[in-house]
């Protein structure tokens, strides 16, 4: 027997006001749990707060301006059902809808390890190559790619490795 999911935020201390109980992060948290169909969230106080009034009022008013919607449209809300990923993306590609997103895996793309029959193999060559690397390495942490700036970097330490050890 499967069990709905259910998504529960329980805020303790809902009535100390402060940055992290103020109206706007008590209305950001209930709607984190609003996402889920099955969705709740607790207030746990001894008195109900400007801050706590507030966010119930704009929760209702969102939740009859949900409901008037899915009605006018003709629409139910349902639990959106994933698919559990095998650790191979290609199988879980095989079970995935044919218009199912499916996210990249940047993770087969590791940057292949300099060989001397691609460069030459003396001191100079390797110098040369280590700032070529470094250049590379640069240039895509400035626009922010970091999985290829990672794999640079490593690559980048193996090389200057293996100059170490020509010396």
């Not at 329980?10 to 109980?21: N, T």
């Not at 199988?91 to 218009?99: D, G, I």
């Not at 499916?102 to 590791?110: G, K, L, Q, S, T």
């Amino acid at each position: 027997m499967d069990l709905p999911e259910v998504s529960l935020v329980a805020i303790l201390d809902a009535d100390k006001e402060g940055f992290l109980r103020s109206h706007r992060s008590l209305t950001q948290t209930v709607g984190r749990a609003a996402r889920n169909v099955n969705g709740k969230a607790i207030f746990y106080a001894d008195r109900i707060t400007e801050s706590m009034r507030k966010t119930m009022e704009e929760t209702e008013r969102r939740r009859e301006k949900q409901i008037e919607y899915n009605t006018k449209h003709g629409m139910v809300p349902t639990q959106i059902n994933k698919l559990k990923r095998d650790s191979s993306l290609s199988q879980f590609a095989k079970t995935a809808e044919p218009n199912a997103y499916i996210e990249p895996d940047f993770y087969a793309n590791v940057a292949e390890p300099v060989t001397s029959e691609v460069y030459g193999d003396t001191k100079e060559d390797l110098k040369k190559l280590i700032e070529v690397t470094r250049r590379s390495m640069n240039n895509a942490a400035k626009k922010l790619e970091f999985l290829e700036a990672a794999q640079l970097r490593d690559q980048l330490i193996m090389l200057e490795d293996k100059l170490a050890k020509k010396r």
